[in-house]
């Protein structure tokens, strides 16, 4: 409770008087909230890293303020790490691992990860759980309500966490369950087999248990070590941000857009960056989609890449809930037409960085304030996706990678499909449609020469004449007809969204000119 009324999170109280004084005077509610979590520990500050991936509850930049609570937390001395690894194997820890480093390379909130080698001389790393956790979950998990009651003021008065509190204890058994991580692991990895751009490390499953995790030591470093050594470097040893983001991006698009296993939730210390160029995945929770819910996703965020704000709604409502709540869907697709980015509160409120992810947010959240909750078994998809963009925005500021990289999905996916219906098995069915449009203008000038036979049997005209003005007619009205064609054409693609639209407006544009040019060659030859 002290710590709630230090940061100005309770009431006046004579019990609990704030020991900050007037230092809280202006400063934001997101700061105070941000600063308490971490002063509560490491539930309540893996709490705060949760809330960051949740921008259908909170504007991008309060995420983004979230986000900078440190995933690190004091190491388990080495004596509990041994005796703890060998009641877990059952065996003498030097017998399992002849090399094994008792200082931890890596010590985070809930876990810390040892650098070890096996009898065989493989390097692993050796993950466990920090056994001290475990005791305060059970009893911090169950003031989790009464905390976030005090919480919601100031500009987070009123809103409605109890759905997000449920997940969130989900999300935290998982991530101090290690056969969790294992299995996200091997479900990553088993995805990731023919990935030109991902890798997942090996699992050593019987080294593996809910409280420890035994992985190969995957090369490369972590993103978070790139990032601190690079304020440092040299101009030519510098990290490509870019490069790293549109990787990064990429890859994650293609792996949960397809249905496949896909991380939730992303942090730099998790990822790491391999000579051969590939994003390596170290740890942490993994979802996917099936393949009806896929589809869809795929669907609105193509439709929100469009501008297309009244589809995007209606597509996002299939993987919204309702409540009693719920506000009309009428207004929530009105709203949808008025979201500005800079002025309704997206990364930040300069209109340069009005980008894709802002549009996506700003849904997200206007669903939300009309009482309408992300399905459960999406919501990792909307998480996933907004750590992917905030990482990508870290590393490549002034670009707009997550719509750079949708546009080259798209564009990939119309070129397989047009692929799929060039095959050799559809053979025989283009060349039969190739033949029948070869010999349709030869058709259509013979019925539109015995429709127009008499109407140019004119006094005063030759034969020549005659047979020449009906000849010009027939093109004419077979220019016409394929200019009709190209339109319906340049529709059925549209439509099908096997093709990129820009390269379908480009084809009937060209197609277009070059008949208007035939056409007015005709009409003038023909006086």
Known sequence: MQHLADHGLLPRSRWWPSRRGKTLAGEPHVDRVRAVLEDL?????????????RPDLLPAEQCLTLSTIPDRAEGT??????DLIECELGADLQETFPSFEAEPFESRLLCQSHRARLSNNQRVVVEIVHPEILVELKTELGLLELVAQSLGQGDWAGMQLEDALDDFRRA???????????????????????SPTFAAPRVYGRLCTSMMLTRHRSPGSTLSDLFEADESAGSE????????????????????????PFPEQLQLGSLTLQADGRIGFTGGLVASLTEDVGTNVWDYVIAAAEQNPDRACDLLFREMERSAQSGSEVDVRVRFRQIIPFRDGGWSREGANDNLAEHLFLQWRTMRDHGYRIRPDVLGFFRGLFAVTALARRLAPERDILLEQLMDLRRDQGLSRLRQRLAPLQANDVMQNISVMMTLPYQLDQALTHVAKDAYRSPGLTSEARDERRNHWAATAALLFLVGMVGLWGHQLS???SVPQDWIDLGSTALLVFLGALLLRVAASSR
């Not at 001395?77 to 041994?82: F, H, I, Y």
Request: glycine share 8%; aromatic share 4%.
């Open 41 to 53: 520990g490491p539930v309540f500050s893996a709490l705060g890293i949760y809330l960051s991936t």
């Open 77 to 82: 001395p080495a004596d509990v790490v041994r």
């Open 172 to 194: 935290v058994r998982q991530q101090t369950d290690l056969t969790c991580h294992a299995d996200a692991l091997r479900s990553l990895s088993a995805g990731t087999v023919a």
């Open 495 to 497: 439509s099908s969204g």
């Open 237 to 260: 040893a510098r990290l490509d941000g870019e490069e790293v983001a549109e990787t990064l991006v990429q890859t994650w698009l293609r792996h949960a857009l397809a249905g496949r």
